[in-house]
């Protein structure tokens, strides 16, 4: 009787391991992925840089790291707005949403 009982419980903590294994893979997996994530904001910028650059080495255009937030804020409203004109910043700016641009002005404004 004993071999009988141990013979049906096995399949048992076979599911239940199993259980606990995908359980464990579910739940980790998302916290791992969240901490490979780039920091707000930096994916957003990640298109300035085509023009700007990554940091204040390119010639010919505005230096957009290291400004204050506020200052950056203002000059994208302002472009968004149309008071600068149908440029290429105005369609770049329209296509932003008010806190995509926050997280935007906020990484840059942290770099140096």
């Known amino acids: 009787m004993g ?5 049906k419980l096995q399949p048992l903590c076979c ?16 916290s791992q992925a969240q901490q490979r994530t780039s920091p707000p904001g930096r994916l957003l ?25 506020n200052k950056l804020m203002k000059e994208m409203r302002k472009y968004r707005s ?7 910043m105005a369609r770049h700016a329209l296509g932003y949403t008010d806190e995509q641009l926050r997280e935007l002005v906020q990484w840059l404004s942290s770099q140096r």
Request: with cysteine; glycine share 10%; charged share 15%.
């Open 45 to 69: 910028a990640s298109n300035c840089f085509h023009c700007h650059g990554p940091s204040d080495v390119s010639p010919g255009f505005e230096r957009l790291t290291g400004k204050s937030v």
């Open 15 to 30: 599911a239940v391991l199993a259980i606990f294994i995908v359980s464990f893979f579910c739940v980790s997996a998302p």
């Open 3 to 7: 071999l009988e009982r141990s013979s």
């Open 82 to 88: 149309g008071a600068e004109g149908d440029s290429i």
